[in-house]
């Protein structure tokens, strides 16, 4: 692996990291109701021996979260879909940063992580604002799901710096060939509807680039993508 020192605040994971947290998570209570909830037909402590038994990030995403997001599709919602699915297959060997609309944090890079599982890409490293790591068990649940951190709540010169190591930190992941990126097009779910990318996250991946905003971008190999709810998962009922 690279060295990847210089982003030590924001970045994923390490797969021995991620052993350390998985045990901790394991152990969590919240652990068996949701285990409860997810597979009322096995024992309590079934989700908490699945993920006792990962053995790396990629296992454990494989078996434990794929699961789980099947089991969570399964019981509230009447199924997912996608298309475009050549479009994806077309960046089988490349790393790319894929730019979706954003209705919900949690779902929508889950759910196109699945997409990616089902065509056989790798998954992608996710962009979350650190605003949403409430606790360890957040945390340990969603560094260890490949997240990069965005911090939020800082001043402007903070977040110039911080912009500019994020930036970094994309394209060393893409042009290296470790892995591809997802990031939402705006901060904050769109709440009425009209999906527009904030023009400062485009001006955040041109940043740490070398060459001009055309080439610039290019390294990146952007891959648009949307998707949509037929209920706003964080909207009242």
Known sequence: MS????????????????LEALDRIARNPRIYALSQYLFPNYAID?????????????????????????????????????????????????????????????????LIMYALHAVGLPYAEVCVGSNLLSNTLVEDLLRSNRMIKVIRGITARELYL????????????????????????REGRTKNGLDITEQGLLKMFDMSGEGSF??????????????????EPCDSR
């Open 3 to 18: 060295d990847l020192s210089e982003f030590e605040d924001i970045r994923p994971y390490s797969d021995a990291e991620a």
């Open 162 to 185: 911080s912009s500019r190591l994020l930036s970094k930190y994309i394209r060393t992941a893409i042009t290296s060939g470790r892995s591809s990126v997802w990031v939402a097009q």
């Open 46 to 110: 079934f989700l908490s021996d699945q993920i006792r038994k990962a053995r790396s990030i990629d296992e454990f995403q494989n078996v434990v979260v794929i699961g789980a997001l099947t089991a969570i599709m399964g019981k509230t919602s009447e199924g997912f879909t996608f298309s475009g699915e050549e479009n994806l297959k077309a960046m089988a060997g490349k790393k790319f940063l894929a730019i979706s609309n954003h209705r919900d944090i949690i779902l929508d890079p889950a």
């Open 214 to 231: 055309e080439e610039n971008f290019r390294e990146l190999n952007i891959l648009p993508m949307s998707i949509s709810y037929e209920y």
